[in-house]
């Protein structure tokens, strides 16, 4: 079945240093890829997607790269802020199915 | 506030009892999603509606739980029964009707503590 994996947390920046969050995943067919974004005491909320192979996600200066070849959905940042101190929830979407989430990865990130 | 709305946001019950969880959507929004999230894992579907008719279920949802959309406006999960395995955060989703783009509405959860 379908599966996405995310690198395990907590992941502890310093304010302004750069991000990546690891995400994999195993899918029948040719899935549609998302990062939702859960701050604290907040429902989840999108952050971007993608739909197809080599298309780009971007939003709020993270962004996301759909490799089909690696299967692979890193999201990435360039600096970051206190304020994007959240869980991260990489998932997928095939067809008529319903989104697979992976488990999330919390960041933190001081001052 | 027009986001999705939940209710209660925690509730704590002894093992055996029965609960009930509302979920109130968005105007417009036809579909309407139940994901349950325990510790440390991502949320896991449990079963959507179009309007009123239940479309999908996950084997996750045991027979101890059932989910109505009577009117195609706001649901209820009710879990009959309670265990201790049933202590997690209850979610609610929506999105626009016809759309299966994966862009859900979250709502902030319904968190259960069965003691």
């Known amino acids: 079945g379908d599966s996405v994996t995310q690198m395990e947390g907590p992941v502890t920046l310093s304010e302004e240093a750069c991000l990546t969050i690891n995400c994999t995943y195993t899918a029948t067919g040719y899935p549609s890829l998302f990062w939702y974004v859960q701050y604290p005491g907040e429902g989840l909320q999108l952050l971007l997607k993608?739909?197809?192979?080599?298309d780009k996600g971007s939003n709020k200066g993270f962004e996301a790269t759909y490799r089909k070849e690696t299967t692979s959905f890193h999201l990435e940042k360039g600096s970051v802020q206190v304020s994007d101190s959240a869980v991260y929830f990489c998932?997928?979407?095939?067809?008529?199915?319903?989104?697979?989430f992976g488990k999330g990865t919390m960041l933190l990130v001081s001052p | 506030d027009t986001g999705v709305s939940q209710d209660p946001r925690h509730k704590i019950t002894k093992r055996g009892q029965n609960v009930t969880f509302r979920c109130d959507p968005i105007s417009e929004h036809n579909r309407l999603y139940w994901y349950r999230q325990t510790l440390g894992q991502g949320p896991e579907f449990l079963t959507y509606?179009?309007?009123?008719?239940?479309?999908?279920k996950s084997r996750l949802l045991s027979d101890r739980f059932s989910a109505e959309r009577p009117k195609g406006s706001f649901s209820t999960l009710e879990i009959q029964r309670t265990e201790q395995g049933d202590s997690a955060m209850y979610l609610c989703a929506t999105t626009p009707s016809g759309s299966n783009t994966g862009e859900l509405f979250f709502g902030e959860g319904s968190r259960l503590t069965v003691l």
């Open positions: 993608a739909t197809k192979a080599d």
């Open positions: 509606f179009q309007n009123e008719a239940q479309l999908e």
């Open positions: 998932a997928l979407l095939t067809g008529y199915s319903t989104l697979t």
